[in-house]
């Protein structure tokens, strides 16, 4: 897809991967449509930026209310939808599912499944009307892999994944295409606009890779109609050994978070 002059639509994107996903497809020459539930760092996108083809919505993507009222705004200001990218995401505390509240439990599956899941149920007979058109999801390693003391935020984005994966499937004779991206470690804010502190230690042996990177290698992915992305090297790293000796794969990363 050549996404100069396409509307797209980016959860998330007042900051990390989303906020740079906001600016490079504005390089590109895409009208963006920039969801997320801060609306301070939405402003501060729309003021640093300055950019007429820049849209700017404050959505929470759990309120079915939010994203009923964001339709009727978002076309409002656009004639249509081209692409629709899910990038919003929320981890949990790094905390046990025995001793993890269900509340925060529902939360990330809200965040993390419900709200993609609900997106692409509001605009998918819009993006139907298109002679082509895009769903791509931001999944991450978490959702094929299990992490320690991150179970439910796990599930929630394997619940993701196999989302995308059956929409590729329903989808394959229309004009919408379907991408999974499954990132590993990224130097994002996510931790902190989770409400989560995290220890130095659970991460100081993993290279990340920056916002910049993984959201330049996620368009590629909508340009070259690329089906499926392990972004990083941890990622394909660990889709390699899981799928060799899960069980290692494992005791692996369990001990790798411990030290």
Request: hydrophobic share 40%.
């Amino acid at each position: 897809m050549v996404l100069n002059s396409k509307r797209v639509i980016v959860t998330g994107g007042a900051s990390g991967v989303g906020k740079e996903l906001v600016k490079q497809l504005l390089e590109k020459g895409a009208y963006v449509s920039a969801l997320d539930i801060n609306i301070e760092n939405l402003k501060k996108l729309k003021a640093e930026l300055n950019n007429d083809k820049l849209f700017i919505y404050q959505v929470d993507v759990t309120n079915d209310k939010n994203i009923k009222d964001f339709k009727k705004d978002y076309f409002k200001d656009q004639p249509w939808i081209d692409v629709l990218i899910n990038n919003a995401g929320i981890i949990q505390p790094f905390i046990n599912i025995s001793d993890l509240d269900i509340n925060i439990i529902e939360k990330v599956m809200n965040v993390n499944y419900y709200g993609p899941l609900k997106l692409i149920k509001t605009f998918i007979n819009e993006l139907k009307e298109r002679d082509e058109a895009y769903i791509l999801n931001v999944s991450s390693m978490g959702g094929f892999f299990p992490f320690p003391g991150q179970s439910a935020y796990g599930a929630s984005k394997a619940a993701l994944s196999l989302l995308t994966e059956g929409l590729y499937s329903e989808l394959l004779d229309t004009n919408i295409k379907v991408s999974l991206v499954l990132p590993g470690a990224m130097a994002t804010d996510i931790a902190k606009n989770s409400d989560i502190e995290i220890k130095e230690n659970n991460s100081k042996e993993i290279k990340m890779i920056t916002a910049s990177e993984a959201a330049d290698k996620i368009i590629k992915v909508i340009e070259k109609n690329k089906f499926k992305l392990y972004l990083g090297n941890d990622s394909k790293f660990m889709n390699f050994m899981y799928k060799l000796n899960a069980k290692a794969a494992i005791k692996f990363i369990t001990k790798l978070m411990k030290k």
